[in-house]
């Protein structure tokens, strides 16, 4: 039994669908173990700008770094699309990740057997994929300075790929860690034919590598390693990688798995952590009640396990998604011929009874 406080930004499109439908699992599971999930939402994204005319309030900063974890459901949409790119939705985002620190950034990308006919691609090809991309979440293009657009006779942009040393050991080391205690593969990913911040990426990579013997390391560029997650997907354990090339490379990986409504996120830092889906706003299906809410309860799974050590609670939720998955229950992005289609909160509704009869039993 625990006490978890727990910061909960719903933000847009389907975000405040897909968390409340994680909500209920997460209220299920606290029911049945007897923890007391305390829960106080925050705005972001454009609801804060409309609201607020931030994308990330003061308070809602605040919330979160008194919180145990955070929740988030997604930020972004049509509407604030034209306003520039330091006062869009994402920038509360970037903010939140930044002012906790989150560096490393876990994305697992596993196919489950029940929806193998979902991948887009051959079975023989998808099935026992099952590796998780580490992407370093807190410098790189994202953040470098300088930046932006200028006059001088015709526009012209920049954006900066910056990295400092300890910013890079430190996600390679925690990519080093989970490696070490999954099957021992790491793939670190860069373009240091072309890049001097890859070339420095790569050699904190082999120097890191001696304090992980039992690790077995490999090298790739970034454009050959996107072709590799498509052409041998099962054969990577750990991917690690910075911030532009893991945004990329993780929406790549989660799709194998059958849908982007499938991959959930921990972006961990040493004092804070925030549980995402990987996928974003959605704003084509926002509102129709048909959005996948599994990346959401896989990333609350997530939450149990990383930030509240609670590995029974989250290994039943895990079980529980794939038993429905099992019984031919699908959201209309994984479904085929042959299931039944639900919607987002039917969906979480049955992942939460499977949650029940798996205590029970
Ligand atoms: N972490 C985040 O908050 C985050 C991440 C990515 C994109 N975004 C923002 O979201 C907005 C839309 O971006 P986009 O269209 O490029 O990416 P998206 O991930 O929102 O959608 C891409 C495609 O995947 C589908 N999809 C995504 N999640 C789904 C789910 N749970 N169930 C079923 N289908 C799902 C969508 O319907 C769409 O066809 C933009 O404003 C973007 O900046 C936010
Ligand atoms: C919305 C955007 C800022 C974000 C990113 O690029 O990190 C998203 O694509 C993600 O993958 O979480
Ligand atoms: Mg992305």
Redesign the pocket.
């Known amino acids: 039994m625990g006490v978890y406080k727990i910061a909960v930004l719903k ?5 405040p669908e ?1 968390v409340e439908a994680s909500l209920l699992v997460l209220k299920r599971v606290g029911e049945i173990f007897g923890h007391d999930f305390v829960l106080e939402e925050g705005l972001i ?1 454009g609801k804060a700008i409309d609201e607020k005319c931030t994308p990330l309030p003061q308070e809602t900063l605040d919330l979160c770094l008194k919180a145990d974890a955070v929740l ?7 509407k ?2 034209n306003l520039p790119t330091d006062k ?3 920038k509360g ?1 970037l903010g939140i990740r930044k002012a906790l620190d989150l560096y490393a950034n876990l994305r697992p990308a596993k196919v489950y057997t029940a929806l193998i006919d979902a991948s887009p691609l051959k079975k023989e090809i998808a099935q026992g994929t099952d590796f998780i991309v580490v992407r370093e979440l807190t410098g790189d293009l994202y953040y470098g300075e300088p930046r932006g657009i200028f006059r001088n006779g015709e526009r012209y942009a920049i954006n900066t790929m910056h990295y400092t040393e300890s910013q890079i050991r430190r996600v390679v080391r925690k990519a080093f860690e989970i490696a070490r205690v999954r099957r021992k593969k790491l793939t670190s990913v860069d373009k240091s034919n072309v890049l001097e911040v890859s070339a420095l990426w790569r050699e904190i990579v082999e120097e890191e590598k001696q304090n992980f013997p039992d690790v077995d390391v490999e090298h790739l560029y970034v454009d050959n390693c996107a072709m590799q997650i498509i052409k041998r997907p099962s054969t990577f354990d750990v991917i690690v990688t910075g911030n532009m090339f893991g945004d990329i490379l993780s ?1 790549e990986a989660a799709v194998i798995s059958g ?3 499938m991959l959930p996120s921990a972006s961990l830092g040493d004092k804070h952590a925030l549980y ?10 926002a509102g129709k009640g ?7 309860i896989l990333s609350v799974a997530m939450m149990l396990k990383y930030s509240f050590g609670l590995e029974k609670e989250s290994s039943v939720i895990e079980q529980a998604v794939e038993r429905v998955l099992q019984m031919g229950y699908r ?4 479904s085929s011929e042959g299931t039944t289609v639900v919607g987002t909160t039917e969906m979480a509704q049955l992942i939460s009874k499977e949650v029940e009869k798996l205590c029970e039993g």
Not at 290 to 296: E, G, K, L, R, Y
């Open positions: 933000g847009d499109g389907i975000g897909i994204g988030l459901g997604a930020v972004g949409g049509p604030w699309d869009r939705p994402e985002l929406d849908s982007l409504g995402e889906p990987v996928h974003g706003s959605a704003p084509d299906i048909i959005a996948n809410p599994i990346a959401t959201t209309p992005d994984i």
